[in-house]
């Protein structure tokens, strides 16, 4: 018994070593491991760029595509991603009243022909927003259909008054910038000469240059606290319009103006500063600035009036009409940029079209890289 005992224990004790040893050699799997939502941040940021192309008689372009369109930033190039037509893209218009002594003697009939303007050129479902450049910026509609903003335009008086030119585009840039829905093409037509001396930027520079004046001694030199007062205006003024820029620039904006001083801006330097706004603004947006010769007509001679009248109702239809041809020719174009720059740095633009007819090309210069 004790024998047979012995051996069962024996064999229990080799089986068992035989399970440990196989045990030994099995490996342990490895186990699953858990299903991560991992989120992969893609480092790109969409860049809207409006595009007008026009003929060599200034009519619209229509059918492109994406592959008619060629976007480089700073000579790199970038895949576009959509193309919008004007045909299905809605339009946001801020349009822009100068409401000072300055443009007071043909404000009636600008009026009228943009009162006209709007009624052609926009559709149903596309919306204007009414603002006058006067001493403070005044937002008279917010977005509207035509008609709503025909009555709004007809409704402005002037007020010969100083004119904040440089806060009432900022005013229209950021309030389209907030309010405009996404997807739509964005423009702010001015009709101004662009001068600027109330805004608050160049208040606040005149006021600080006459407060050290005075307080460098009693009895200031008048002259020479004149000149301190001009050259602050002009520095302030300088920044402003960098500022102003950049909202157009955030905003995604195109800028158009209307100068009814037309030559005779060029007889004082606030004139042709004033100019130099509306260039700067339109050639870096992708838009345009009107420079119209206007005939005079606050003559003696009525006759003559009532002539150049007719005459400068007829120039500022054909540059109505150039400006809708060319809003009818606008696409937005949308890629997504990977490049790598800093933020708030300025990305240089460059946009070329391939169709025949070597068409105009109007299109922004560039963005600010926003935070």
Same mark, same amino acid.
């Given at each position: 018994?004790?024998?047979?005992?012995?051996?069962?224990?024996?064999?229990?004790?080799?089986?068992?070593?035989?399970?440990?040893?196989?045990?030994?050699?099995?490996?342990?799997?490895?186990?699953?491991?858990?299903?991560? +939502?991992?989120?992969?941040?893609?480092?790109?940021?969409?860049?809207?760029?409006?595009?007008?192309?026009?003929?060599?008689? %200034?009519?619209?372009?229509? =059918?492109?595509?994406a592959?008619?369109?060629?976007?480089?930033?700073?000579?790199?190039?970038?895949?576009? &991603?959509?193309?919008?037509?004007?045909?299905?893209?809605?339009? @946001? !218009?801020?349009?822009?009243?100068?409401?000072?002594?300055?443009? +007071?003697?043909?404000?009636?009939?600008?009026?009228?022909?943009?009162?006209?303007?709007?009624? @052609?050129?926009?559709?149903?479902?596309?919306?204007?927003?009414?603002?006058?450049?006067?001493?403070?910026?005044?937002?008279?509609?917010?977005?509207?259909?035509?008609?709503?903003?025909?009555?709004?335009?007809?409704?402005?008086?002037?007020t010969? %008054?100083?004119?904040?030119?440089?806060?009432? /585009?900022?005013?229209?840039?950021?309030?389209?910038?907030?309010?405009?829905? &996404?997807?739509?093409?964005?423009? !702010?037509?001015?009709?101004? &000469?662009g001068?600027?001396?109330?805004?608050?930027?160049?208040?606040?520079?005149?006021?600080?240059?006459?407060?050290?004046?005075?307080?460098r001694g009693?009895?200031?030199?008048?002259?020479?606290?004149?000149?301190?007062?001009?050259?602050?205006?002009?520095?302030?003024?300088?920044?402003?319009?960098?500022?102003?820029?950049?909202?157009?620039?955030?905003?995604?904006?195109?800028?158009?103006?209307?100068?009814?001083?037309?030559?005779?801006?060029?007889?004082?330097?606030?004139?042709?500063?004033?100019?130099?706004?509306?260039?700067?603004?339109? &050639? @870096?947006? =992708? %838009?345009?600035a009107?420079?119209? *010769?206007?005939?005079? !007509?606050?003559?003696?001679?009525?006759?003559?009036?009532?002539?150049?009248? $007719? $005459?400068?109702? @007829?120039?500022?239809?054909?540059?109505?009409?150039?400006?809708?041809?060319?809003?009818?020719?606008?696409?937005?174009?949308?890629?997504?940029?990977?490049?790598?720059f800093?933020?708030?740095?300025? /990305?240089?633009?460059?946009?070329?079209?391939?169709?025949?007819?070597?068409? *105009?090309?109007?299109?922004?210069?560039?963005y600010?890289?926003?935070?």
């Amino acid at each position: 018994m004790k024998i047979l005992t012995f051996v069962k224990t024996l064999i229990l004790a080799g089986f068992a070593g035989v399970l440990g040893s196989a045990a030994a050699q099995t490996p342990t799997p490895t186990p699953t491991p858990p299903e991560v +939502d991992e989120v992969i941040k893609v480092n790109s940021r969409l860049v809207v760029v409006p595009v007008s192309v026009v003929d060599a008689n %200034g009519e619209p372009v229509l =059918g492109l595509t994406a592959d008619n369109f060629r976007i480089a930033e700073e000579k790199r190039n970038q895949l576009i &991603d959509s193309v919008g037509n004007a045909e299905k893209v809605p339009l @946001e !218009i801020a349009l822009l009243f100068d409401v000072s002594a300055s443009t +007071d003697p043909m404000f009636r009939f600008q009026q009228e022909t943009a009162a006209k303007f709007l009624r @052609e050129v926009m559709r149903p479902d596309d919306r204007a927003s009414i603002f006058t450049v006067g001493q403070k910026p005044a937002m008279i509609a917010g977005r509207d259909t035509a008609e709503a903003a025909v009555e709004s335009v007809m409704r402005i008086t002037t007020t010969k %008054g100083a004119t904040a030119f440089f806060d009432t /585009v900022r005013m229209a840039a950021n309030y389209l910038r907030s309010n405009s829905p &996404d997807g739509r093409r964005k423009v !702010i037509v001015v009709i101004s &000469d662009g001068e600027d001396n109330f805004s608050e930027g160049v208040q606040r520079a005149q006021r600080t240059a006459e407060r050290r004046t005075v307080d460098r001694g009693p009895d200031p030199d008048l002259k020479k606290l004149g000149s301190l007062v001009v050259q602050a205006q002009q520095v302030a003024k300088n920044d402003e319009r960098k500022k102003v820029l950049r909202a157009l620039q955030d905003a995604d904006v195109v800028h158009y103006s209307i100068n009814p001083a037309g030559s005779s801006y060029q007889l004082n330097k606030m004139s042709v500063f004033g100019q130099e706004n509306m260039q700067v603004f339109s &050639d @870096e947006t =992708g %838009g345009t600035a009107f420079l119209p *010769r206007f005939q005079p !007509i606050d003559l003696k001679d009525q006759l003559q009036n009532s002539g150049n009248m $007719r $005459r400068n109702t @007829e120039l500022l239809e054909r540059i109505f009409r150039q400006l809708a041809n060319e809003l009818r020719a606008q696409y937005l174009v949308q890629y997504y940029s990977e490049s790598e720059f800093p933020a708030n740095s300025y /990305v240089r633009l460059q946009v070329g079209v391939t169709t025949p007819g070597n068409p *105009r090309v109007r299109a922004r210069q560039g963005y600010y890289v926003k935070d």
